[in-house]
């Protein structure tokens, strides 16, 4: 069985989406990560951006709006036990 046509857009529709979406993915991390490992006097500065960055992630579909208001209650949570 040969793949043609529709078969191999697919697969190139779905390699592009799949490093569109691990680019998103490791720049939210990364974001997440610097969030976290900053000081506590810059985190107020940074929360927003963050939560921004992960609102934007959930809106194109890249993760889940659930998984997006548990990172984000995981963030807030974070911010406000670092006071």
Request: charged share 35%; aromatic share 4%.
């Amino acid at each position: 069985m040969s793949a043609k046509g529709s078969e191999l857009k697919r697969v190139r529709q779905s390699r592009k989406a799949n490093t569109r979406n691990k680019h998103y993915k490791s720049k939210m991390n990364s974001s997440i990560k610097q969030f976290t490992t900053s000081d506590k006097k810059d985190l107020d500065k940074k929360f927003p951006e963050v939560i921004k960055l992960i609102d934007q992630i959930a809106s194109k579909g890249i993760i889940h709006k659930n998984k997006a208001n548990n990172k984000k209650s995981k963030l807030s949570q974070f911010l406000n036990n670092s006071k």
